[in-house]
């Protein structure tokens, strides 16, 4: 095995990482140069990170595995996809972007994944586990219609390995035999044992050309004997499984007919660069597995592998070595664009301590219901910790399940525990629901059973970009019968919703945003009515009806509004299914403007929602036909990019100065006045 990077974190006096113009450049490099730059990297990605925040353990994870692969293959002519794409900054830094990795997550900085958009090294927009395979085979079976010659290689985790899609495209790739090369990065759990120096003796035999060309050629003279050919060939067949099966952990693949290599150091830049090469000489799909540590080079990172895998990351205290490394070139404005959004990246030891999360009240409460109700189980797809319920395990771990990743599993497993009479609860991240949609449609809402799916990062969630962006997961919800969806304004309207979704026996979804709460003192959690909206102030002039915790900017605004003489109502929908509609119409009645409130995208949302109900009404009602409907939130037809959600926000125009800007271009566009208009006097002292 090559030589350990783990210890080896230090200045190099000859930067080679800065003198890369692109991949192309590293087959000028010696191995032993390899091994330096390798640690090159490390420093710039625990630099970098510890500023912006980021996927640390897995890209620390992948340092070789990038090497190898841009030092043997031809990018962008050939191609290397990355699955799910948090482990590809290393690739970024091999591409030509160390000038600009100062300002990664940042707004107008670089993504946190691979972008088509940012480099033509960069093959997939990515952000979703298990996507890799299915991408690399598409871009092999083109190449084989085309009759081309590039090699495809795609980098996949092993949890990501075991989501459906990447089963079924494996399965595939073995059926057609689509060359290409599969590399199983094993950096957390093991996907089977390994079984010492027989297995690699036995993977270095079936690199060979040797083996490759004798077993075809044995199986032809033993296939041409009269008679008893055929079974020869067979039993001989038979045999060569035997002795494979014996010593390699992956039979599975060889089953689906992709010859499997295993297990190869992942660190150990030579022994990756021999597999590889001889990789690319054989025929047919080949996996080969690689055996990482996440985390690698960061000692943190490497003794807490949950905490670091990002994107919210623990303090971070950088060696003096690393902070110093000449690696980080001058001008490359670290952190740039942010306006230090404590969401994301690595909240300093010296800051004030924040209000618990939506995520943790949420937890928190419950937990307390498990307590007298031993109907509720709690399920994620492989993120206990992210979605919090990693502390239920622990109270309740019999009761929790985790299924890795595979949401549409999470779905339909919840559905047979209701049938079963559990009180099931589904904790996913918002952009990771989507992914369950026809689960939730033909098996919890099609069966009309009480699943709570607990929809985490709903909203803006910040730095990862487009992929990850809670924004579209309410107008999919609310067109599907029997589902109520619901959202707190603050942290304890939260706990008061959890309780009501374990009051009814329907499927529900609870949105909730990644944001730490408003730091409420505690009162005690009620059960509130099913679509019962709350007013929380009354006005003359405007109505404002929001969905979520954007109902405290909506208030603020509200606020400032009243200093120009506007009587301005406010309403808590609370939930966007079923809305309140008697209610929203008792206050809209004699208004000429509705402005609605949503950090979602425009389209078929809540706010399309109340515009619905209002339209219906204004037929029989002749107090509403003058009322004009506004729809604020995330803009249609577009993605959002990375960047703090302080940020991302501002940009959009949903912080508080920015709705208000937005009320005004109504009123504006109306030629409408406020009922109670400041003198001019006041306004010119103002």
Request: some cysteine; glycine content about 10%; aromatic content about 6%.
């Amino acid at each position: 095995m090559g030589p350990s990077n783990q210890e080896r974190i230090r200045l190099v006096s000859t930067p080679i990482l800065s003198r890369l113009a692109g991949p192309a450049d590293l087959r000028r490099l010696s191995e032993a140069e390899l091994v330096e730059l390798a640690v090159e990297i490390r420093e710039t990605i625990i630099t970098t990170v510890a500023k912006t925040g980021g996927h640390l353990g897995s890209s620390l994870g992948v340092v070789e595995i990038a090497i190898a692969l841009h030092r043997l293959l031809d990018s962008p002519r050939d191609r290397i996809v990355w699955d799910t794409g948090h482990q590809a900054y290393a690739h970024k830094l091999l591409t030509g972007r160390l000038e600009r990795f100062g300002t990664l997550r940042q707004i107008d900085g670089l993504g946190g994944f691979p972008r088509r958009s940012e480099s033509e090294h960069d093959v997939f927009d990515g952000g979703h586990a298990g996507t890799g395979l299915s991408i690399a085979e598409g871009l092999a079976a083109a190449r084989d219609i085309r009759h081309g010659t590039e090699r495809i290689a795609v980098v996949v985790g092993d949890a990501a390995l075991m989501t459906g899609l990447s089963l079924e495209a494996l399965n595939d790739i073995g059926h057609r035999q689509t060359p290409m090369l599969i590399v199983l990065n094993d950096n957390e759990m093991s996907i089977s044992a390994t079984v010492g120096a027989f297995s690699t003796y036995l993977s270095k035999i079936k690199l060979s050309g040797a083996w490759q060309t004798s077993k075809s050629a044995w199986d032809r003279v033993m296939g041409a004997i009269p008679v008893i050919g055929p079974s020869a060939v067979m039993w001989s067949q038979r045999l060569r499984r035997s002795v494979v099966n014996l010593a390699s952990p992956g039979q599975l693949f060889e089953d689906l007919g992709i010859t499997y290599i295993g297990v190869v150091p992942g660190h150990d830049i030579h022994a990756l660069l021999q597999t590889f090469s001889r990789v690319f000489e054989l025929k047919g799909p080949t996996i080969v597995h690689v055996r990482t540590q996440k985390g690698r080079g960061y000692k943190p990172a490497e003794a807490d592998q949950v905490s670091f895998h990002g994107a919210a990351l623990p303090p971070m205290e950088v060696p003096a070595t690393v902070a110093a490394s000449k690696d980080i070139r001058p001008g490359s404005h670290h952190g740039a664009g942010s306006n230090g959004d404590a969401l994301s990246p690595p909240t300093p030891p010296s800051a004030g301590k924040k209000a618990p999360s939506y995520t943790s009240v949420f937890v928190s409460e419950l937990i307390e219901l498990a307590k007298d109700d031993d109907r509720i189980v709690a399920i994620t797809a492989g993120m206990p910790t992210g979605t919090g319920l990693s502390k239920f395990q622990a109270a309740f771990p019999d009761r929790f399940q985790d299924v890795g990743i595979a949401e549409q599993h999470a779905v339909t497993m919840a559905s047979g525990l209701a049938i079963a009479g559990m009180r099931p609860v589904v904790a996913l991240y918002s952009t990771f629901l989507q992914r369950a949609f026809d689960q939730t449609v033909h098996d919890v809402c099609q069966n009309d059973l009480p699943v709570l799916l607990a929809v985490d990062r709903a909203g803006l969630v910040g730095e990862d970009g487009t992929s990850h962006q809670g924004m579209f997961t309410i107008p999919a919800q609310r067109q599907l019968p029997y589902l109520v969806v619901a959202s707190p304004k603050d942290e304890q309207e939260l706990r008061s919703l959890v309780r009501t979704a374990f009051a009814q026996d329907h499927p529900f979804a609870l949105h909730y945003p990644r944001d730490p709460g408003f730091g409420l003192p505690e009162v005690t959690p009620r059960e509130i009515k099913v679509g019962q909206a709350e007013v929380l102030r009354e006005g003359n002039d405007i109505l404002f009806v929001g969905f979520g915790p954007i109902v405290a900017r909506a208030a603020e605004v509200a606020d400032m509004l009243a200093k120009d003489g506007w009587s301005i109502g406010v309403v808590n929908a609370r939930f966007a299914k079923p809305l309140d509609r008697q209610l929203i119409l008792d206050q809209a009645r004699g208004k000429r403007l509705v402005v609605t409130f949503e950090e979602s995208v425009v389209t078929g949302g809540f706010g399309s929602g109340v515009l619905e109900t209002i339209e219906d009404a204004r037929q029989t009602d002749e107090a509403l036909r003058d009322t004009s409907v506004r729809i604020v939130g995330i803009p249609a037809d577009r993605f959002v990019d990375h960047g703090s959600v302080v940020d991302l926000r501002r940009m959009l125009r949903l912080d508080a100065p920015g709705l208000a800007e937005q009320v005004r271009e109504a009123v504006a566009t109306l030629a409408l006045e406020p009922s109670h208009p400041r003198p001019r006097e006041a306004a010119r002292a103002v």
